[in-house]
């Protein structure tokens, strides 16, 4: 009997009943197999391309016409993907892809299941091409540029997902289906469609809209015929990740209005509920990552999440990653260190130390003041690690930006971030930052601490809940068409807020109540 739940998918197997030819019917292979699925489909369409049509004789004599029939829902209706035994019920598999410009993250899904079964993460290999964005377009426009970047991206998701089913003990062929989610230049590269204009007024896309391709049309080591879904984009810096993170949140479902902050590179926010939506997004991200600081790192073993300043006696109390000795910091803990030095009057408003309340551990290097947060007898490194007044005021920037996005956002549709109820605040800044550190920076309103909702991956969760519902690879595109993209490149406002939040925690005082800075 099929499994009920097997109806709301878009990628599913049936089982058709086909009677073997005989020398009294004698209907071609393929038309006698499409005819048995759409039984099993509601006399719906199936179609079946040129390069099924040249193995499914073969395979339908071998397996005794006893088949199962593995389909997606596309263009003008059902597409055929394989064929495979009856009688061994083989599991499929999919793939939900998080397209993180720094960091990229596979989940492999059993299909039929509706589970997880496996999960990596590594750095995304365009980062050796540069950091950002930016700078990634740039070397996309140059001659053969664009072509590499894909490559790169696509030869280590192949290779990811080789040791990822190697591990299960299936074969890449069992992974019948992708959902892949990333910012609107990350889905670009990873399609090999030109971002070069997507950084240029007035900022727009190749498509915002891609087609369900093949897996093969892009080289992937998964089953050549498996459909692969890239989440639509809303707008030049408003991209699928986003709007899989709306779908995560659970937001529209919802009659009142809440915010979806999404951290990454880049800072993308979403105001709205059931009725409507508003996205931007700007750069905020890159300080808060921990990858601006000198010391600063992507999570891993050794490095700071966690500090706090005891205010008796000025000991620096430091959680690493593991419990490993000091190596560096990651964002969480590069924004409670420098919250802490401001509720500590080691910096004041604008971020600058201030000396004589720094002691000892402010030193001068090559002209650059420096603050000793580790020494290097305790360092994983064998070097003391330290935090530079560039440093802050790069963080200074990011904090500013971040709140400058929340507040243009909230004017814009009239609604005082005072009034909204819920902050769903997503990827790996949410997982770990302390509200309590961002409030007293100035990066988000201060709200009562259970207003924030850390959502974890939602990029990732948000494609894994595509990849198995047709309900939710619908619902995406509705998002889609609900999204108003406020342009932030060409709004005054935001200029004019921005300088008046580069101050811990703002030039208002009014605006954050609950911040208080002890006394020098």
């Keep these: 009997m099929e499994n009920k739940s097997e109806t709301h998918a878009w990628i599913r197997k049936v089982i058709p009943a086909i009677t073997p030819p005989s020398i009294n019917d004698n209907t071609a292979d393929v038309d006698r197999l499409i005819k048995g699925v759409r039984r099993e489909l509601e006399g719906e369409a199936v179609f079946v391309d040129l390069s099924l049509d040249r193995k499914l004789p073969r395979s339908l004599r071998e397996y005794g016409y006893r088949v199962e029939a593995v389909v997606f829902r596309g263009r003008g209706g059902w597409h055929l993907i394989d064929i495979l035994p009856r009688d061994t019920h083989p599991e499929i598999y999919g793939l939900a892809v998080d397209l993180g410009t720094s960091t990229v993250v596979i989940r492999v899904l059993d299909l039929m299941g509706k589970e997880a079964r496996a999960e990596t993460s590594f750095h995304n290999p365009q980062i050796e091409f540069g950091t950002d964005i930016l700078t990634r ?42 959902c892949a989610a990333g910012n609107t230049t990350m889905t670009h590269l990873f399609l090999g469609l030109t971002p070069y204009w997507i950084c240029r007024e007035p900022y727009i896309p190749v498509r915002n809209t891609p087609d369900l391709t093949r897996a093969k049309t892009l080289g992937l080591a998964i089953h050549p015929e ?30 009142e209005t809440s915010v979806l902050v999404d951290v990454g590179t880049n800072a993308e926010v979403v105001i709205g509920n059931s009725e409507w939506l508003m996205a931007c997004a700007g750069a905020a991200g890159p300080a808060l990552e921990g990858g601006v600081a ?66 000892n551990r402010l030193i001068e290097t090559d002209g650059t003041q420096h603050l000793v947060v580790v020494s290097a007898k305790d360092s994983g490194t064998g070097r003391p690690l330290t ?50 550190s961002a409030i007293t920076l100035g990066m988000i309103p201060d709200r009562p601490l259970d207003t924030y909702i850390p959502l ?65």
């Excluded at 779908?247 to 009659?255: F, I, N, P, Q, W």
């Excluded at 108003?484 to 811990?504: C, D, G, P, R, W």
């Design 456 to 520: 974890g991956n939602t990029s990732l969760e948000g494609a894994g809940r595509v990849l198995l519902s047709s309900q939710d690879k619908e619902e995406i595109y509705r998002i889609r068409d609900r999204i108003t993209y406020l342009e932030l490149n060409v709004n005054q406002e935001f200029m004019h807020l921005f300088s008046a939040a580069k101050f811990i925690p703002h030039t208002d005082r009014d605006r954050f109540p609950t911040v208080t800075v002890r006394s020098s």
């Design 387 to 436: 935090l530079s007044q560039p440093d802050i005021d790069a963080l200074i920037r990011s904090k500013a930006a971040m709140y400058t996005i929340l507040t243009t956002i909230s004017n814009t549709v009239n609604i005082p971030l005072v009034e909204i109820p819920r902050f769903y605040i997503s990827g790996t800044f949410g997982s770990y930052i302390d509200p309590r």
């Design 294 to 359: 000198h010391m600063g790192m992507m999570a891993g073993p050794g490095v700071i999440d966690r500090v706090r300043i005891d205010p008796r006696s000025g000991e620096f109390l430091l959680k690493t990653i593991d419990n490993q000795p000091p190596v560096g910091m990651c964002g969480s803990g590069l924004i409670d260190l420098v919250s802490a030095l401001f509720l500590a009057g080691m910096i004041d408003i604008r971020g600058k130390y201030v000396a004589a309340n720094c002691g």
């Design 226 to 255: 498996a459909p692969v879904l890239v989440l639509p984009n809303a707008g030049s810096y408003v991209g699928g990740d986003l709007i899989a993170g709306i779908l995560a949140s659970g937001m529209t479902r919802r009659s």
């Design 137 to 178: 377009i740039h070397v996309a426009s140059q001659d053969g540029g664009l072509k590499t970047l894909q490559r790169r991206l696509r030869d280590r998701i192949n290779s990811e997902t080789r040791q990822l089913t190697k591990s299960l003990g299936i074969s890449t062929d069992a992974v019948m289906g992708m």
